[in-house]
């Protein structure tokens, strides 16, 4: 299993930002597509955003588009997740996971770490 940690969650009122960090420490990133993927309780588990690493092109779920944006650090081994305006229903766990190379999800990878909880809420 390629192991990644989530990390950057928290407390924050509609309106605010987080900026989410997925960090890997015993492979290169940058060789992988790297996915958000998000879960709120009683729901299923959603791709936000995705990252690819044959072009850099992005992937955006309709309801964050223009208001979250997915990158890489090369020189730190992280792939982030701004977000911003943040919404009620943008609360959930977040977790980020390697996909194949043009974001394609793959069977290979479905296990997932710890993620990281973010809520929005006044």
């Known amino acids: 299993q390629l192991q990644l940690v989530e990390s950057g969650g928290g407390l924050v009122q509609p309106g605010g930002s987080l900026r989410l960090s997925c960090a890997a420490s015993?492979?290169?990133?940058?060789?992988?597509?790297i996915g958000w993927f998000r879960q709120a309780p009683g729901k299923a588990r959603e791709e936000v955003s995705c990252?690819?690493?044959?072009?850099?092109?992005?992937y955006y779920a309709d309801s964050v588009k223009g208001r979250f944006t997915i990158s890489r650090d090369n020189a730190k081994n992280t792939v982030y997740l701004q977000m911003n305006s943040l919404k009620p229903e943008d609360t959930g766990v977040y977790y980020c996971?390697?996909?194949?190379?043009?974001?394609?999800?793959?069977?290979?990878?479905?296990?997932w770490g710890q993620g990281t909880q973010v809520t929005v809420s006044s």
């Open positions: 996971q390697v996909e194949g190379a043009m974001c394609v999800f793959s069977s290979e990878y479905d296990y």
């Open positions: 015993e492979f290169t990133l940058d060789s992988y597509a």
């Open positions: 990252i690819s690493s044959i072009d850099g092109s992005t």
